[in-house]
């Protein structure tokens, strides 16, 4: 049995003293689904505890490997899944047979409905196409925003792309026949300028509308199992109001997150480090004033060149902030798209030079994994 914990009493100038949970957490969706609902208030309770380790494509594929069943990398280093697996809807607003890393949109069905089954928890992402140009999501010319709000020349376009989402999230079942909870993380990393929702392209405005417009129109075709998870990138944000400024208020966000990356050692190492430790800081912040979840949904170290990575930078940079989980991103392995080609991966596998490490990033107490979540019954 996991030791039970007080709420803890918060006091400062600006805020009486008052129990850190300071209302029962409910999310946006004020219909959503009991399992969402009864999720969304244990993450609370389980952050004080500890912070999860997620991976995105976990299931799917690793280093040297496709498709095999019931198989993770980090399953073959600890002998234990992930508590939270990243998912991607890419090109689903096609209706196309895979996503855009290639995973079949029915074998993802399959693996999410697994997660739910023993506990685990499912996150996505969506990089939608661009709906003005018909390019790919990373297509990011002025105006594409502006053309999938009301009125736009492509809204009509985009709205049929949302159905198309809202059709595979509302086909996600757990054997229960309950739908399957989802932290939903829409219009991510836009503090950067790569992809047409960036702030480079769009205005706060422009942003607060497009997230405000999508998180109704889910709810008007009956998605009640999301989550909304508000994501930036380590890009353009120094400041608590530079992380807030396309924030599209409290009534619309039930997590506030960001994505980083480490680009290479020395002070590009130190970069990384300070960032996040800034970044996770205002968080802190942020979710302390408005109750809400905080995490970082994307991260990690290409090819973990670093024996010691998981203990002596990752767990280093996040210290003693709760957050609720943290994610690396995906175990592709070879990979001939970039040229020149590469190996291209950001978790463990059985042989790599940090394995020893990350299995001592796994055994310690605040890090929890499937075995760890699975007991707190976290959809109960």
Known sequence: MKKILLPILICSLAFSCRSVSQATPFPVDKKATKETVVLYRNLFKLKEEGY?????????????????EGRSDVKDVTGDHPAV????????????????????????????????????????????????SGKDAWDNPPGTVASVLPGGSQHEKYK???????????????????????????YHEFTGNWFWWCKNTTTPQQFKELWIFTVKYFQSKGVHNLIYV?????????????????????????????????????????????????????????????????????????AVPDAKWWTGTLAEAIGDYR????????????????????????????????????????????????SDVTKEKLYR
């Open 230 to 302: 508000y994501n930036t990138s380590n890009e353009n944000v120094a400041t608590e109001a530079d992380f807030m400024e396309y924030y599209p208020g409290d009534e619309w966000v039930d997590m506030v997150s960001f994505d980083i990356y480490q680009g290479g050692e020395g002070e590009k190492r130190e970069k990384f480090v300070k960032e996040i430790r800034n970044i996770v800081g205002i968080m802190d912040k942020v979710s302390r004033e408005r109750n809400k979840l905080y995490a970082i949904a994307e991260t990690g170290y290409e």
């Open 52 to 68: 999860m380790f997620g991976h995105q494509d976990a299931l799917a594929y690793g280093v040297e490997w496709k498709y095999e």
């Open 323 to 370: 957050i609720s989980y943290v994610l690396v991103w995906r175990n592709h392995g070879w990979n001939d798209y970039f040229k020149p080609a590469k190996m291209h991966y950001y978790g463990p596998y059985k042989g790599q030079v940090s394995e020893k490490d990350f299995i001592e990033f796994y055994n310690r107490k605040n890090t929890l994994f499937q």
């Open 85 to 132: 697996y990243g998912w991607d809807l890419g090109r689903i607003e096609n209706k196309e047979p895979n996503d855009l890393d290639g995973v079949p949109f029915d074998k993802m069905r399959e693996w999410m409905k697994q997660v739910y089954d023993r506990g685990g928890i499912n996150t996505v992402s969506w990089h939608v196409n661009n709906p003005l």
């Open 160 to 186: 049929s792309w949302v159905d198309n989402a809202a059709e595979f999230l509302l086909s996600l079942k757990g054997s229960d026949g309950k739908p399957i909870p989802i932290l939903y993380r829409p």
